[in-house]
């Protein structure tokens, strides 16, 4: 097959599925949390319970770390902390396997105070089945433990498996078959793994040890909120300092709540051949951090709002991603690109590469005449079919010659290009993305669509890494060709 023909085939493609594939990454299906109530699974479900826009159906409590029957007033305990007492509660089934080393150390952990007053826990199992043939949408399980319960829910059961959107599981690293999330239960997590569900596996690659760590137990007992409470209650008990202190561990189930929460901080990679299988190869510890952090103070804002009243001058108001950036970004290029590009973003509703060209276009454009917004008139040639139009509307933030003010023609013959002609007292300058970024380009949008498809989240992630490479470093002054021109017109 030939190299034009496949980026030809790659171009149809997105023109075909990116007006209905969504590119939000931010899931709001309705979560089904499983626990083997581990102290780190603790701070795991107080993440999510600390967020108030993520929807929790129930939580299930699975042999493993703790006995079942152990785990569910200590998940009582916790959802009394957060006023969430109205989340069901269910109960696996008790195998009474051997337990692993760190379950007396776990028994000692106190989660809190559970009600005096409930119903017993109803059977997992059957509380699943119902939950799956009764939701309105799919669901979406969280499990940071074994794998039993949701097997024997769905295990021999297409129409069940049918109604989860994904499997989000905490194991130790791909390949490595020795996570105790796993090997307590194999029979379970391989039955689950080969059932062609969408799994994201999460794990420690080992570059986030000693985290948390004694600032944690600073910012909790400088903060008030329910999070930094059950943190601070967490790692103050002398079983967990004792721990900490001996193995340093690092963080665990709680990775699995903040790629929940914020997807973009992780690279994932497909298992091939089970490329229904996601696992994480490497973690941005830093932006973890941060997230983290900033969750415990409150501060901490899971938006996904596209419209903003006032432009963002703080490091903390921005994407945790974007964050990595804004400094080198704002030095090199200057401020105007950067608020350019941010409004970009936000106007085109996802992070685009052929948006960033545009607005780095258009400033480009402005900075060659010295001329300020709403005064260029432009003549773009990317048409109106992505990818290539999404240049438009980087063209028009960055420039303010929009539709509305009708002072952009977009040409749709005979060719599409990424490519403009700015106008500006009878003087003109076409910019044109030079052949060998718009390879760049091409490449990462045909190596996204063959990866994950173009209705996947996966590819919208790629996309989006790949914008911030551009973003920060791709010069203006080199990636265009110029040719100034005597004024010309619509053709």
Known sequence: MGKKFLLSVVIILFVVFSRTSAVNTKDLHPLVIDTDCAFDDMRAISIILSQPDIRVTGIVVTEGTLLPEEGTDRIRALLHIFSLDTIPVVCGKTYNREGPPWRNLNRSVSWGTAPTVHEPAPDAVHWLQTILVSAGEKITYVCLGPLSTLESAIGGK????????????????????????????????????????RMDLISNPGDLTAFP???????????STPLAAILLKTVSQPAVTQNQNQHHPGMADELVSVYFTNPELFDMMVLHPQVHIRYNREVDLQSVKEVFSDMIKGSYKRSDNVVFSTFPSQREMFAYDVRKIMDSVISRYGPEEWKACVMTDEFHGHLGVFSIVGAKMGIKAREY??????????????????????????????????????????????????EAVFTYHERSLRLKLKEEYLALIEHDIEEGILKFG?????????????ALSYWLNWDRDVIFEEIVTNTERSK
Not at 171 to 185: I, K, L, Q, W
Not at 376 to 383: C, D, F, P, R, W
Not at 454 to 466: P, V
Request: include cysteine; glycine fraction near 10%; charge should be neutral.
């Open 213 to 223: 760590d004694s600032s944690v137990h600073d910012l909790s007992g400088n903060s």
């Open 454 to 466: 173009l209705t996947d989240d996966g590819y919208w992630k790629m996309i989006r890494r790949s």
């Open 158 to 197: 297409p129409e069940l498996q049918a109604r989860l959107y994904r499997i989000l599981w905490y194991n130790e690293p791909v390949g490595s078959a020795a996570g105790f999330n796993y090997t307590f239960d194999k029979p379970s997590a391989d039955s689950v793994m080969k059932m062609k569900i």
């Open 369 to 418: 005449f010295g001329a300020g917004p709403d005064v260029l008139t432009v003549i773009s040639y990317a048409g109106t079919k992505p990818p290539y139009s999404c240049l438009n509307d980087g063209i028009q933030v960055s420039t303010g010659a929009t539709i509305g003010q009708g002072l952009i023609t977009v040409v749709t013959q005979p060719q599409t290009r990424p």
